[in-house]
């Protein structure tokens, strides 16, 4: 099983940044996807962005398209995810996700371990 702690949330303002970063740990070498979700009070967990473990591929969705940037440090079992221009709406509890599963990586029924989550509060 895999483990995954995630870190960097905090309290900005719109306009602001913020780096979420996710480590993972335990049998990491099964892992086919590392994925992003958030959950706001009252909504369902959506998909935020994904990275294949092994080689280039990025996914993102739309509302955060050209915003948030997704990258990995195998080296240090770690996922980050590079906020910029925060918004109010982007407040949500936010998710770290690991997968090994080949289908698709935007839903959350393909992650078989998830983090405890990280607080990301926005202020207009």
Request: hydrophobic share 35%.
């Amino acid at each position: 099983q895999v483990q995954l702690v995630e870190s960097g949330g905090g309290l900005v303002q719109a306009g602001d940044s913020l780096r979420l970063s996710c480590a993972a740990s335990g049998r990491t070498s099964s892992t086919v996807y590392m994925g992003w979700f958030r959950q706001a009070p009252g909504k369902e967990r959506e998909f935020i962005s994904a990275i294949r473990w092994v080689g280039a591929s990025t996914y993102y969705a739309d509302s955060v398209k050209g915003r948030f940037t997704i990258s990995r440090e195998n080296a240090k079992n770690t996922v980050y995810l590079q906020m910029n221009i925060l918004k109010p709406e982007d407040t949500a509890v936010y998710y770290c996700a690991a997968s090994r599963s080949y289908g698709d990586p935007r839903v959350t029924t393909s992650y078989n371990a998830w983090g405890q989550g990280t607080q990301v509060t926005v202020s207009s």
